[in-house]
């Protein structure tokens, strides 16, 4: 293990050529969490790329508080822009403050207000979809209410439901391969590989979808109380709002960062309440007081205290993005570490949750260490990152998590049908593949 004359601890165990690429296409949670032992700021290598990972939550506050300084950049933002186009994800500091302001009131608390209207109608139509004694694909109905819930939000006209489909379609491969393409070495991403050509149809796929719903809201020229119609608004009253390329990728962007999260939020807490009956039962007495069985609704949030508390402490153990870099564009201080301009730097929710030193315990299941009465380390629990980046969704995945979650449990006993756990498949978000729960005990 060396460190360099910048002050950045090398990881050890590069391969030549490959660097740290197999224990990161292998087991990337547990090559993280070893990092910490070697400094605050390590250096890791995927093939001929080098990044560094921030170890320590002030550090990692201070790259997302200095948006300037440490821009969007490296190989998953790259990757994500060029899926989705330049949206509030992955636009550089020079385009954010705009973007951010055209989308900000689509976020606003009004909008959620009746976006949670949208949203008691999906969980509604999912749970009572499910009838005593099933199995069910956990990841598979999550998505589904996610996908169908947030697509709602997007674009409400009938004449979008095709197009919805078809985003709803691609999304898996697109996932997938942001993934791939963001650890693969260049040559690799270029060939013909399965893999790729998938990503690449189911790219081009959900693109053209997105595009036609545009036209369709511009040829009808109503407005549909959804986020499309908002941006469109925006764009016409102020003339200098996004472009037409810009609408795109917004939407594409809420699609991507949107679904994908909030299902795999829900998947984890659904796997954690069936490790974890204790807790399940608590959360039983907590929605049957406020639910009975009914479907929870945006008046109900108040009052459905550990159902939040669950979601929060699954997104510390699980937290879906677990890994997203950065950019330099000038020389900076962190730390005692010089580090030079169009460095990537890496920092990882997951790595950070897991730390004892910030997170004690951090293996362990406990809802209650989210009680006000508890201390927490500043800046130790991150799923939403921070700064003028973070999420703009946050809001709106914890309502729709914290509904979902409680009127599944005031309806249905929850277990899991099989004994493995569900296999973990790191791509964008920290994906639990397969998760099959049987439920039982339907009192609707
Ligand atoms: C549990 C669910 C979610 C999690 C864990 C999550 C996590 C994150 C994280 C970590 C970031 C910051 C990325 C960075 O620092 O590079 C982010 C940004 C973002 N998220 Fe979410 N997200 C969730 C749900 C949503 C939803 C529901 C939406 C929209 C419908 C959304 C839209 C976005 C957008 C547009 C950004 C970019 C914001 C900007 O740069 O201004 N997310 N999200």
Redesign the pocket.
């Known amino acids: 293990m060396a460190t360099d004359h910048t002050g950045i601890t090398h990881a050890p165990g590069a391969l030549p050529i490959v660097g740290h690429l197999v224990p990161l296409l292998r087991d990337p949670l547990r090559f993280l969490n070893t990092l910490p032992s070697y400094g605050d700021l390590v250096q890791i290598r995927l093939g001929p790329q080098r990044a560094v990972v921030v170890c320590r939550p002030e550090l990692v506050q201070q790259v997302?508080l200095h948006d300037r300084t440490y821009d969007?950049g490296g190989p998953i933002?790259e990757r994500i822009g060029n899926a989705l186009g330049d949206?509030?994800?992955?636009?550089p500091h020079s385009a954010?403050r705009r973007?951010?302001r055209s989308?900000q009131p689509a976020?606003s608390r009004t909008c959620l207000r009746e976006y949670a209207a949208i949203m008691t109608e999906e969980i509604d139509a999912l749970t009572s979809s499910w009838s005593g004694g099933q199995t069910i694909g956990v990841d598979a109905q999550m998505y589904t209410l996610?996908s169908d819930t947030?697509a709602r939000?997007?674009f409400t006209a009938e004449a979008a439901g095709p197009a919805v489909e078809t985003v709803k379609e691609c999304l898996p491969d697109i996932f997938r391969g942001i993934y791939q393409q963001a650890v693969f070495p260049p040559l690799l991403r270029r060939l013909p590989l399965p893999s790729n050509l998938r990503y690449e149809r189911a790219r081009n796929r959900a693109w053209a979808a997105v595009s036609k719903t545009i036209s369709l809201y511009r040829q009808d020229g109503e407005t549909h109380g959804d986020v499309l119609s908002m941006l469109l608004k925006t764009q016409d009253d102020t003339g200098g709002g996004l472009s037409d390329d810009e609408i795109h990728a917004?939407i594409m962007?809420?699609?991507v960062?949107?679904?994908e999260?909030?299902a795999?939020?829900l998947t984890w807490a659904t796997h954690l309440l069936c490790q974890h009956p204790d807790v399940q039962e608590r959360l039983r007495t907590e929605t049957a007081d406020v639910l009975g069985t009914r479907t929870a609704t945006w008046e109900d949030l108040p009052r459905l205290d550990l159902a939040r508390r669950v979601i929060t402490e699954t997104?510390r153990i699980y937290?879906?993005?677990w890994i997203?870099?950065?950019t330099t564009t000038t020389e900076s201080r962190l730390a005692d570490a010089v580090i030079p301009p169009d460095t990537t730097l890496i920092?990882s929710?997951y790595l950070i949750h897991h730390d004892a030193r910030f997170n004690p315990r951090p293996s362990a299941f406990d809802p209650d260490r989210w009680l006000p009465e508890q201390q927490q380390v500043r800046g130790a629990f991150?799923?939403?990152?921070?700064?003028?980046?973070?999420?703009?969704?946050?809001n709106?995945?914890?309502i729709?998590?914290t509904m979902a979650l409680s009127t599944i449990v005031a309806r249905w006993r929850l277990s899991h049908a099989d004994l493995q756990r569900p296999h973990i498949e790191p791509r964008v978000?920290l994906n639990p593949h397969k998760l099959q729960v049987r439920v039982s005990g339907g009192s609707i």
Not at 382 to 394: L, S, T, V, W
Request: proline share 7%; charged share 10%.
């Open positions: 997302l969007k933002i949206g509030l994800a992955s636009c954010h973007q951010r989308v976020f996610a947030i939000t997007l917004q962007t809420l699609l960062a949107g679904i999260s909030t795999v939020a997104l937290p879906p993005g997203l870099t950065r920092y929710p991150i799923p939403f990152g921070g700064g003028a980046r973070k999420c703009i969704g946050d709106y995945a914890l729709l998590a978000t």
